[in-house]
């Protein structure tokens, strides 16, 4: 389970508007100040993204939650999104150069470019229309998972366990 932390901006029946932070790793990395990914990720300000969660903890508005994603889901959501038009570029482009010679014998670079091209258009097509029955439903869509009670300190009680610490 992928798991992140957010705040409830609004809550609607059994679904809550959440918003999350993006996190760049480079925060708690110590080879930071070296690093070429560590310097564009600080000329890019961190966003702000919000988006519905399943909310089955009753959450309410204010509340800091940790919002959960099955990985399985994620990782089949990002082959349909990533490879499988990578595939149909590739495929389309193998498609083309294999009929190209028999249709138009001096166009084969030309007509496998083009094949390609309509492969992965075609194949673009395929994962719009197959994108809103996976979003609706529940495996694919995020989900509450508990509500952070984060209850204050108080300073006294940092001193005493100070005190203890230097055994007096």
Do not use: H
């Not at 609004?10 to 790793?25: H, I, L, P, Y």
């Not at 249709?103 to 097509?125: D, K, P, Q, R």
């Not at 996976?134 to 100070?162: D, H, N, T, W």
């Amino acid at each position: 389970m992928l798991e992140e932390e957010g705040i409830v901006l609004s809550v609607n029946g059994d679904t809550a508007e959440v918003v999350a932070e993006t996190k760049s790793a480079c925060g708690s990395c110590s080879a930071k100040s070296g690093c070429g990914t560590s310097l564009l990720a600080s000329m890019f300000p961190q966003r702000k993204r919000s988006f519905l969660a399943a909310n089955p903890v009753s959450a309410q508005e204010g509340d800091r939650v940790v919002i959960g994603l099955d990985e399985s889901a994620m990782q089949i959501a990002s082959l349909l999104v990533y490879m499988a038009p990578l595939l149909g570029l590739i495929g389309g482009a193998i498609l083309g150069n294999w009929l190209m010679p028999s249709l138009l014998s001096g166009f084969t670079e030309i007509g496998s470019i083009a094949m390609g091209i309509a492969g992965f258009v075609l194949v673009l097509m395929m994962v719009r229309k197959i994108s809103p029955r996976l979003s609706g439903s529940s495996r694919y869509q995020a989900r509450i998972l508990r509500v952070l009670r984060i209850s204050p300190i108080s300073v006294e009680g940092i001193k005493l366990m100070g005190n203890q610490i230097d055994g007096k």
